[in-house]
Protein backbone atom coordinates (compact mmCIF):
# COMPACT_ATOMS: atom_id res chain seq x y z
CA UNK A 1 0.00 0.00 0.00
CA UNK A 2 0.98 3.73 -0.62
CA UNK A 3 2.22 5.01 2.51
CA UNK A 4 4.51 8.11 2.58
CA UNK A 5 4.34 10.63 5.48
CA UNK A 6 4.82 14.61 5.07
CA UNK A 7 8.22 14.25 6.22
CA UNK A 8 9.54 11.73 3.99
CA UNK A 9 7.53 13.94 1.61
CA UNK A 10 9.65 16.76 1.59
CA UNK A 11 12.74 15.06 2.26
CA UNK A 12 11.86 13.39 -0.94
CA UNK A 13 11.13 16.71 -3.06
CA UNK A 14 14.05 18.88 -1.13
CA UNK A 15 11.45 21.40 0.23
CA UNK A 16 11.74 22.54 4.05
CA UNK A 17 9.26 20.43 5.82
CA UNK A 18 7.16 24.35 6.86
CA UNK A 19 6.96 25.64 3.14
CA UNK A 20 5.78 22.33 2.38
CA UNK A 21 2.73 22.24 5.08
CA UNK A 22 1.93 26.06 3.94
CA UNK A 23 1.43 24.91 0.17
CA UNK A 24 -0.46 21.50 1.84
CA UNK A 25 -3.02 24.25 3.58
CA UNK A 26 -3.34 26.23 0.24
CA UNK A 27 -4.04 22.87 -1.18
CA UNK A 28 -7.12 22.59 1.28
CA UNK A 29 -5.04 19.68 3.76
CA UNK A 30 -6.24 21.26 7.37
CA UNK A 31 -3.31 21.33 9.63
CA UNK A 32 -0.97 18.36 8.53
CA UNK A 33 1.85 17.54 10.45
CA UNK A 34 5.32 15.61 10.38
CA UNK A 35 4.34 12.14 10.53
CA UNK A 36 0.57 12.86 8.56
CA UNK A 37 0.17 10.22 6.03
CA UNK A 38 -0.76 11.43 2.39
CA UNK A 39 -2.99 9.43 0.43
CA UNK A 40 -1.16 9.02 -3.28
CA UNK A 41 -3.43 11.49 -5.28
CA UNK A 42 -2.25 14.10 -2.20
CA UNK A 43 1.41 13.10 -2.86
CA UNK A 44 1.35 13.59 -6.61
CA UNK A 45 -0.69 16.95 -6.56
CA UNK A 46 2.16 18.00 -4.02
CA UNK A 47 5.18 16.86 -5.90
CA UNK A 48 3.77 17.46 -9.16
CA UNK A 49 3.63 21.01 -8.25
CA UNK A 50 7.04 21.36 -7.16
CA UNK A 51 8.40 19.82 -10.61
CA UNK A 52 8.38 22.91 -13.05
CA UNK A 53 10.70 24.01 -14.22
CA UNK A 54 10.45 27.46 -16.08
CA UNK A 55 10.54 27.02 -19.58
CA UNK A 56 12.17 30.22 -20.51
CA UNK A 57 15.43 28.73 -18.23
CA UNK A 58 15.43 25.45 -19.73
CA UNK A 59 15.45 27.02 -23.64
CA UNK A 60 18.56 29.05 -22.12
CA UNK A 61 19.95 26.21 -21.15
CA UNK A 62 20.18 25.01 -24.24
CA UNK A 63 23.04 26.43 -25.80
CA UNK A 64 25.43 24.99 -23.01
CA UNK A 65 24.04 22.02 -23.38
CA UNK A 66 24.50 21.00 -26.47
CA UNK A 67 28.00 21.89 -28.34
CA UNK A 68 28.82 21.46 -32.32
CA UNK A 69 31.03 18.84 -32.87
CA UNK A 70 34.14 20.28 -34.82
CA UNK A 71 33.31 19.98 -38.52
CA UNK A 72 36.61 21.02 -40.40
CA UNK A 73 38.73 19.18 -37.90
CA UNK A 74 41.97 18.94 -39.77
CA UNK A 75 42.40 22.39 -40.15
CA UNK A 76 43.04 22.70 -36.51
CA UNK A 77 46.11 22.47 -34.51
CA UNK A 78 47.89 19.00 -33.77
CA UNK A 79 47.12 17.76 -30.05
CA UNK A 80 48.81 15.17 -27.94
CA UNK A 81 47.43 11.55 -28.00
CA UNK A 82 45.57 10.54 -24.46
CA UNK A 83 47.15 7.52 -23.91
CA UNK A 84 45.32 4.97 -20.81
CA UNK A 85 47.24 2.30 -19.63
CA UNK A 86 45.03 -0.56 -18.58
CA UNK A 87 45.45 -4.03 -17.15
CA UNK A 88 45.21 -6.26 -14.30
CA UNK A 89 46.64 -5.72 -10.80
CA UNK A 90 49.73 -5.62 -9.71
CA UNK A 91 51.22 -6.25 -13.88
CA UNK A 92 53.13 -2.80 -13.83
CA UNK A 93 51.30 -0.03 -15.26
CA UNK A 94 52.15 2.63 -12.46
CA UNK A 95 56.09 1.56 -12.49
CA UNK A 96 56.01 1.91 -16.53
CA UNK A 97 54.71 5.07 -16.35
CA UNK A 98 57.40 5.91 -13.68
CA UNK A 99 59.98 5.18 -16.21
CA UNK A 100 58.39 6.70 -18.78
CA UNK A 101 58.07 9.73 -16.54
CA UNK A 102 61.12 9.01 -14.96
CA UNK A 103 59.58 9.90 -11.56
CA UNK A 104 58.30 7.47 -8.67
CA UNK A 105 54.80 7.10 -8.23
CA UNK A 106 54.56 3.57 -7.60
CA UNK A 107 57.09 3.48 -4.57
CA UNK A 108 54.97 6.25 -2.93
CA UNK A 109 51.45 4.66 -3.26
CA UNK A 110 49.35 3.04 -0.87
CA UNK A 111 50.41 -0.55 -0.41
CA UNK A 112 51.50 -0.02 -3.97
CA UNK A 113 48.20 -0.49 -5.73
CA UNK A 114 46.83 2.63 -7.76
CA UNK A 115 43.48 3.77 -6.29
CA UNK A 116 42.66 6.66 -9.06
CA UNK A 117 43.58 7.84 -12.50
CA UNK A 118 46.29 9.75 -12.57
CA UNK A 119 47.21 11.83 -15.59
CA UNK A 120 50.50 13.31 -16.82
CA UNK A 121 52.10 14.95 -19.88
CA UNK A 122 55.13 13.26 -21.03
CA UNK A 123 57.50 15.37 -23.22
CA UNK A 124 59.17 13.45 -26.49
CA UNK A 125 61.63 14.74 -29.01
CA UNK A 126 60.61 17.03 -31.70
CA UNK A 127 57.78 19.14 -29.60
CA UNK A 128 55.69 16.09 -29.49
CA UNK A 129 54.21 14.67 -26.01
CA UNK A 130 52.40 12.25 -24.73
CA UNK A 131 49.21 12.25 -22.13
CA UNK A 132 49.06 9.46 -19.83
CA UNK A 133 46.64 8.05 -17.61
CA UNK A 134 47.24 5.49 -15.36
CA UNK A 135 44.09 3.32 -13.61
CA UNK A 136 43.83 1.03 -11.03
CA UNK A 137 44.31 -2.80 -12.34
CA UNK A 138 42.24 -4.04 -8.87
CA UNK A 139 38.74 -5.65 -9.56
CA UNK A 140 37.04 -3.29 -7.36
CA UNK A 141 37.63 -0.29 -9.52
CA UNK A 142 36.32 -1.44 -12.89
CA UNK A 143 34.52 1.74 -13.42
CA UNK A 144 37.86 3.80 -13.51
CA UNK A 145 38.74 1.53 -16.08
CA UNK A 146 35.84 1.78 -18.12
CA UNK A 147 36.11 6.03 -17.62
CA UNK A 148 39.81 5.47 -18.71
CA UNK A 149 38.75 3.68 -21.61
CA UNK A 150 36.16 6.23 -22.98
CA UNK A 151 38.05 9.79 -22.49
CA UNK A 152 40.83 8.06 -24.26
CA UNK A 153 42.67 7.91 -28.01
CA UNK A 154 44.70 4.79 -27.76
CA UNK A 155 45.05 2.40 -24.76
CA UNK A 156 47.91 0.62 -23.60
CA UNK A 157 47.31 -2.90 -22.45
CA UNK A 158 49.85 -4.33 -19.95
CA UNK A 159 50.38 -8.16 -19.41
CA UNK A 160 52.89 -9.34 -16.78
CA UNK A 161 55.14 -11.64 -18.48
CA UNK A 162 55.31 -14.06 -15.75
CA UNK A 163 51.34 -14.11 -15.28
CA UNK A 164 49.56 -13.86 -18.70
CA UNK A 165 45.91 -12.65 -19.02
CA UNK A 166 43.73 -12.35 -16.22
CA UNK A 167 40.25 -11.12 -15.58
CA UNK A 168 41.08 -7.45 -15.76
CA UNK A 169 43.21 -7.86 -18.61
CA UNK A 170 40.47 -9.18 -20.29
CA UNK A 171 37.72 -6.74 -19.03
CA UNK A 172 40.53 -4.19 -20.29
CA UNK A 173 40.46 -5.56 -23.42
CA UNK A 174 36.82 -5.03 -23.39
CA UNK A 175 36.30 -1.63 -22.20
CA UNK A 176 38.70 -0.99 -25.08
CA UNK A 177 36.48 -2.63 -27.75
CA UNK A 178 33.25 -1.00 -26.90
CA UNK A 179 34.74 2.87 -26.78
CA UNK A 180 36.29 1.51 -29.90
CA UNK A 181 39.93 2.56 -29.06
CA UNK A 182 42.74 0.95 -30.88
CA UNK A 183 44.69 -1.12 -28.80
CA UNK A 184 48.93 -1.64 -28.15
CA UNK A 185 50.17 -4.14 -26.06
CA UNK A 186 53.13 -4.03 -23.76
CA UNK A 187 54.40 -7.34 -22.52
CA UNK A 188 55.50 -6.22 -18.87
CA UNK A 189 58.71 -7.51 -16.69
CA UNK A 190 60.21 -9.03 -19.62
CA UNK A 191 63.61 -9.07 -17.30
CA UNK A 192 61.90 -12.23 -15.21
CA UNK A 193 63.32 -15.69 -15.38
CA UNK A 194 60.14 -16.86 -16.25
CA UNK A 195 58.75 -15.03 -18.55
CA UNK A 196 57.44 -16.06 -21.23
CA UNK A 197 55.96 -13.76 -24.13
CA UNK A 198 55.56 -16.45 -26.40
CA UNK A 199 52.90 -18.46 -24.46
CA UNK A 200 51.25 -14.56 -24.05
CA UNK A 201 50.82 -13.85 -27.61
CA UNK A 202 48.86 -17.05 -27.96
CA UNK A 203 46.50 -16.31 -25.03
CA UNK A 204 45.64 -12.76 -26.53
CA UNK A 205 45.24 -14.18 -29.81
CA UNK A 206 42.36 -16.85 -27.70
CA UNK A 207 41.33 -13.65 -26.67
CA UNK A 208 41.04 -12.09 -30.29
CA UNK A 209 43.54 -9.54 -30.38
CA UNK A 210 45.41 -10.00 -33.00
CA UNK A 211 48.64 -9.55 -32.95
CA UNK A 212 50.82 -8.33 -35.51
CA UNK A 213 52.77 -11.49 -34.92
CA UNK A 214 50.34 -13.46 -36.14
CA UNK A 215 49.47 -11.87 -38.97
CA UNK A 216 47.33 -9.20 -37.26
CA UNK A 217 47.46 -5.35 -36.78
CA UNK A 218 47.56 -5.15 -32.99
CA UNK A 219 51.39 -4.11 -31.99
CA UNK A 220 52.78 -5.95 -29.29
CA UNK A 221 55.90 -4.63 -27.28
CA UNK A 222 57.98 -6.36 -24.69
CA UNK A 223 59.14 -4.26 -21.93
CA UNK A 224 60.95 -4.18 -18.72
CA UNK A 225 60.87 -1.16 -16.37
CA UNK A 226 63.85 -2.72 -14.38
CA UNK A 227 65.91 -3.34 -16.98
CA UNK A 228 64.17 -0.81 -19.42
CA UNK A 229 64.09 -2.55 -22.58
CA UNK A 230 61.28 -1.75 -25.15
CA UNK A 231 60.68 1.29 -23.46
CA UNK A 232 61.93 3.53 -26.83
CA UNK A 233 59.76 1.19 -29.04
CA UNK A 234 56.67 1.27 -27.18
CA UNK A 235 56.79 5.07 -27.29
CA UNK A 236 57.67 4.98 -30.85
CA UNK A 237 54.50 2.64 -31.45
CA UNK A 238 52.45 5.19 -29.70
CA UNK A 239 53.61 8.39 -31.38
CA UNK A 240 53.60 6.05 -34.71
CA UNK A 241 49.29 5.91 -34.15
CA UNK A 242 48.42 9.18 -32.89
CA UNK A 243 49.94 9.98 -35.96
CA UNK A 244 47.97 8.23 -38.42
CA UNK A 245 44.98 8.66 -36.06
CA UNK A 246 45.74 12.68 -36.82
CA UNK A 247 44.56 13.89 -33.68
CA UNK A 248 43.52 18.21 -33.94
CA UNK A 249 41.41 19.88 -31.93
CA UNK A 250 40.52 23.37 -31.93
CA UNK A 251 41.80 25.59 -29.39
CA UNK A 252 39.94 29.11 -30.01
CA UNK A 253 36.61 27.85 -28.52
CA UNK A 254 35.39 27.65 -24.85
CA UNK A 255 36.81 25.18 -23.01
CA UNK A 256 35.23 21.62 -22.71
CA UNK A 257 37.03 19.35 -20.62
CA UNK A 258 36.31 15.53 -18.39
CA UNK A 259 36.82 15.73 -14.70
CA UNK A 260 39.51 12.70 -14.31
CA UNK A 261 39.15 12.70 -10.51
CA UNK A 262 38.20 15.36 -7.66
CA UNK A 263 39.42 15.65 -4.21
CA UNK A 264 39.75 17.93 -1.13
CA UNK A 265 43.23 19.22 -0.98
CA UNK A 266 44.46 19.96 2.30
CA UNK A 267 45.04 23.87 2.17
CA UNK A 268 43.91 24.41 -1.16
CA UNK A 269 39.69 23.11 -0.77
CA UNK A 270 38.38 21.33 -3.87
CA UNK A 271 41.38 20.46 -6.64
CA UNK A 272 39.85 18.64 -9.41
CA UNK A 273 42.55 17.34 -12.38
CA UNK A 274 40.84 17.90 -15.62
CA UNK A 275 41.55 16.47 -19.28
CA UNK A 276 41.16 19.34 -21.44
CA UNK A 277 38.93 18.07 -25.07
CA UNK A 278 38.72 21.21 -26.81
CA UNK A 279 39.48 24.83 -26.40
CA UNK A 280 42.33 26.29 -24.18
CA UNK A 281 41.52 26.48 -20.46
CA UNK A 282 42.81 29.61 -18.30
CA UNK A 283 42.88 30.77 -14.72
CA UNK A 284 39.56 32.67 -14.09
CA UNK A 285 37.27 30.82 -16.56
CA UNK A 286 34.31 29.84 -15.41
CA UNK A 287 33.16 25.92 -15.73
CA UNK A 288 30.29 23.85 -14.70
CA UNK A 289 30.57 20.43 -14.37
CA UNK A 290 27.26 18.26 -13.28
CA UNK A 291 25.45 20.67 -10.24
CA UNK A 292 29.03 22.22 -9.48
CA UNK A 293 30.95 25.27 -10.98
CA UNK A 294 33.97 26.99 -10.62
CA UNK A 295 36.12 30.02 -11.35
CA UNK A 296 39.30 29.01 -11.92
CA UNK A 297 41.36 30.27 -8.71
CA UNK A 298 44.32 28.05 -9.94
CA UNK A 299 46.13 25.88 -12.93
CA UNK A 300 49.37 23.44 -12.55
CA UNK A 301 50.50 20.41 -14.28
CA UNK A 302 50.83 17.38 -12.59
CA UNK A 303 53.35 18.18 -10.62
CA UNK A 304 51.79 21.29 -9.03
CA UNK A 305 53.94 23.84 -10.72
CA UNK A 306 51.31 26.46 -12.26
CA UNK A 307 50.43 27.00 -15.74
CA UNK A 308 48.63 30.57 -16.77
CA UNK A 309 47.21 27.49 -19.37
CA UNK A 310 45.84 24.24 -20.50
CA UNK A 311 44.60 23.11 -24.46
CA UNK A 312 43.44 20.46 -25.85
CA UNK A 313 44.96 16.34 -25.04
CA UNK A 314 46.38 17.90 -21.58
CA UNK A 315 46.00 17.46 -18.45
CA UNK A 316 45.68 20.22 -15.68
CA UNK A 317 44.72 20.40 -11.69
CA UNK A 318 42.24 23.43 -11.32
CA UNK A 319 41.07 25.23 -7.66
CA UNK A 320 38.11 27.12 -7.21
CA UNK A 321 35.30 24.34 -7.34
CA UNK A 322 32.17 24.97 -5.22
CA UNK A 323 31.29 21.58 -5.18
CA UNK A 324 33.83 18.23 -5.98
CA UNK A 325 32.34 17.23 -9.52
CA UNK A 326 32.34 13.16 -9.95
CA UNK A 327 35.03 11.62 -12.14
CA UNK A 328 34.24 11.33 -15.93
CA UNK A 329 31.61 14.19 -15.63
CA UNK A 330 31.84 16.95 -18.64
CA UNK A 331 33.64 20.09 -17.91
CA UNK A 332 32.08 23.20 -20.29
CA UNK A 333 33.73 26.54 -20.12
CA UNK A 334 30.61 29.36 -19.29
CA UNK A 335 30.78 33.11 -20.53
CA UNK A 336 29.58 34.26 -16.48
CA UNK A 337 29.02 33.71 -13.20
CA UNK A 338 25.68 34.04 -13.05
CA UNK A 339 25.07 31.70 -15.87
CA UNK A 340 26.79 28.97 -14.78
CA UNK A 341 24.75 29.59 -11.13
CA UNK A 342 21.26 29.68 -13.39
CA UNK A 343 22.88 25.95 -15.01
CA UNK A 344 23.88 24.35 -12.00
CA UNK A 345 20.31 25.83 -9.65
CA UNK A 346 18.93 23.89 -13.35
CA UNK A 347 20.57 20.60 -13.28
CA UNK A 348 20.36 20.52 -9.27
CA UNK A 349 16.42 20.72 -9.77
CA UNK A 350 16.49 18.12 -12.60
CA UNK A 351 18.03 15.65 -10.27
CA UNK A 352 15.78 16.59 -7.39
CA UNK A 353 12.87 15.26 -9.95
CA UNK A 354 14.59 12.55 -10.93
CA UNK A 355 14.91 11.65 -7.27
CA UNK A 356 11.73 12.31 -6.36
CA UNK A 357 10.18 10.42 -9.16
CA UNK A 358 12.37 7.36 -8.51
CA UNK A 359 10.77 7.24 -4.64
CA UNK A 360 7.63 7.89 -5.56
CA UNK A 361 8.23 4.85 -7.54
CA UNK A 362 9.91 2.96 -5.31
CA UNK A 363 6.51 2.95 -3.21
CA UNK A 364 4.98 1.11 -6.16
CA UNK A 365 3.50 4.19 -8.07
CA UNK A 366 3.00 4.17 -11.64
CA UNK A 367 5.28 7.58 -12.88
CA UNK A 368 2.70 8.34 -15.39
CA UNK A 369 0.29 9.77 -12.71
CA UNK A 370 2.84 11.78 -11.46
CA UNK A 371 3.53 13.42 -14.74
P1 LIG B 1 47.84 -1.72 -9.72
O1 LIG B 1 47.89 -0.24 -9.89
O2 LIG B 1 47.61 -2.11 -8.32
O3 LIG B 1 46.89 -2.39 -10.64
O4 LIG B 1 49.31 -2.30 -10.06
P2 LIG B 1 50.26 -1.86 -11.26
O5 LIG B 1 49.85 -2.55 -12.49
O6 LIG B 1 50.37 -0.38 -11.32
O7 LIG B 1 51.65 -2.51 -10.81
P3 LIG B 1 52.91 -1.76 -10.20
O8 LIG B 1 53.55 -0.89 -11.20
O9 LIG B 1 52.53 -1.17 -8.90
O10 LIG B 1 53.90 -3.01 -10.02
C1 LIG B 1 53.56 -4.18 -9.28
C2 LIG B 1 54.82 -4.89 -8.87
O11 LIG B 1 55.52 -5.39 -10.01
C3 LIG B 1 55.81 -4.00 -8.13
O12 LIG B 1 56.37 -4.74 -7.08
C4 LIG B 1 56.86 -3.69 -9.17
O13 LIG B 1 58.12 -3.45 -8.62
C5 LIG B 1 56.86 -4.94 -10.02
N1 LIG B 1 57.28 -4.64 -11.40
C6 LIG B 1 56.73 -3.70 -12.20
N2 LIG B 1 57.33 -3.67 -13.40
C7 LIG B 1 58.31 -4.61 -13.37
C8 LIG B 1 59.28 -5.09 -14.32
O14 LIG B 1 59.38 -4.62 -15.45
N3 LIG B 1 60.07 -6.10 -13.91
C9 LIG B 1 60.00 -6.66 -12.69
N4 LIG B 1 60.83 -7.66 -12.40
N5 LIG B 1 59.10 -6.24 -11.77
C10 LIG B 1 58.26 -5.24 -12.09
MG1 LIG C 1 49.24 1.05 -10.43
Redesign the pocket.
Known sequence: PFAVSVDTLSKIIGVKLDLMIKRMQDFGISKPSASFILTKDEAFRIAKSYRLVPISTEEEMVDIFSREPDSNIKSYPIRPPVVTIMGHVDHG??TLLDVLRQSNV?SS?AGG??QHIGAFSVKMDQNQSITFL?T??HAAFSSMRQRGANITDIAVIVVAADDGVMPQTKEAIKYANEAKVPIIIAITKCDKQNSNPEKIKQQLLENEIQVEDFGGDVQVVEVSSISKIGLDSLKENILTLAEIMELHAETSIPVEAVVIESRVAKGKGNEVSLLVKRGTLKVGDTLVAGTSWCKVRSLSNENGKSIKSAGPGYPALTTGWKDLPSGGSLVLGCESESKAKQVTLYREKGERQLLAIEEIEAHNVSISNLL
Open positions: KTAEITDPG
